[in-house]
């Protein structure tokens, strides 16, 4: 059974997901007595988007005395956002001014966020991660996707090896919000890259196309896969304006509207697929679908909010009744979960 971790984008709403891993991570070290538990030492893979594809990152850290072991918790992953978040989502008068609040120019400085990337990584490379995993991210110069896959340097050597704190950079570079991400290879190719948001905001089904590939060609019968978002406002826009606007009026409704298109896209396909294979148990989807007195917009980084997204998150750990049979799956390969879309 291979157990897959997959973690929607969603900028600052990364906070929801992150709290879903603490009490997922705090429930592992109870059932195993050992406080030391982390969630990289329970799942066999792992696939990130934009924020999701930071906490991977961070929950996939080596310990520097033990390289083979994770680094940090789960905790401390979420920490980057509830600690960091007013910083890297902050712009001053001027840069409001000048960017045309995200229409002219990148509506943020990308630095804090770089420098967060830069404490928490270092110069870690993506093949020193303790797990196999996959981080999307979108080419433009090249006009294709971009994976980035903690294997590749296996196949393709310095060629499909980059520093950490650059996938993050990459796979979090949203249009409108942060300057397109110029990453070099280790072995000194540049890719010009933006979110991978834009086609796989939630990167389940890529994440279970790069195990059934390289992993003995498993299929949907052999695999558990727990996807978590980052919660869904499904905000209607309506026909009177819509059908008005101009470039600058889809900016924003279209960008939302493709993140959750793609979503919605990947959970109607891996349904479908695990209920094919009669095993549609192991596929679960934990995705809130309210957001309680939070913001929905990703960059809302108001000290307010951040709480609010820690309380979404807590809450939605609390009401969901599979998480401790996730667990079970977990710690034990014979057991399985109920699938459903889980709605909090």
């Known amino acids: 059974m291979k157990k897959i971790l997959s973690i929607d984008g969603g900028g600052i709403r990364g906070i929801i997901a992150g709290q879903i891993l603490v009490a997922l991570e705090q429930k592992l070290q109870k059932k195993t007595g050992n406080d030391q538990a ?8 792992f696939a990130g988007t934009s924020t999701g594809g930071i906490l991977t990152c961070i929950c996939l850290c080596p310990d520097e005395n033990n390289p083979t072991s ?17 910083k890297i989502f902050d712009t001053n008068l001027w840069h409001r001014i000048h960017s045309g609040e995200g229409m002219l120019d990148e509506k943020f400085d990308a630095k804090p966020l770089e420098d ?8 870690l ?43 993050c950079r990459a796979t979090s570079a949203a249009p409108t919000y942060f300057e397109t991400a110029l990453v070099k290879s280790l072995s000194g190719v ?9 086609f796989a905001n939630n990167p389940a089904l ?3 196309s790069e195990v059934r590939t390289s992993n003995g060609e498993p299929t949907a019968k052999d695999m558990f896969i727990v996807s978590i978002g980052t919660g869904s406002e ?15 009026g889809w900016i924003r409704p279209i960008i939302d509207i493709m993140m959750a298109g793609a979503s919605e896209t990947t959970h109607y396909h891996l349904t479908k697929m695990f209920a094919a294979q009669g095993n549609e148990d192991n596929y679960i989807r934990i995705q809130p679908s309210s957001i309680r007195r939070a913001k929905f917009e990703m960059d809302n980084a108001t000290q ?19 998480l401790d049979r996730i667990v079970e799956v977990l710690l034990k390969d014979k057991d399985s979960v109920q699938f459903k879309e889980l709605s909090y």
């Open 206 to 208: 890529c994440a279970y």
């Open 125 to 167: 490379k993506l093949s020193q991660l303790v797990k196999p995993c996959i981080i999307t991210s979108y080419d433009i110069e090249g006009r294709n996707t971009h994976f980035f896959a903690q294997q590749d340097h296996l196949s393709k050597g310095e060629g499909g090896d980059f520093l950490v704190r650059e996938v």
């Open 304 to 322: 307010d909010n951040i709480n609010a997204l820690v309380e979404v998150g807590i809450a939605t750990a609390q009401d969901c009744p599979d």
């Open 234 to 248: 499904n905000k209607p826009y309506k026909y009177e304006d819509a059908k008005d606007y101009g470039a600058i």
């Open 38 to 45: 982390r969630i990289a030492d329970y799942f066999d893979f």
């Open 190 to 198: 540049s890719y010009a890259l933006i979110d991978g948001g834009v």
């Open 70 to 86: 994770p680094r940090f918790s789960a905790q401390e992953a979420v920490n980057l956002y509830v600690k960091n978040g007013a």
């Open 116 to 123: 967060c990337l830069k404490e928490y990584f270092g110069d």
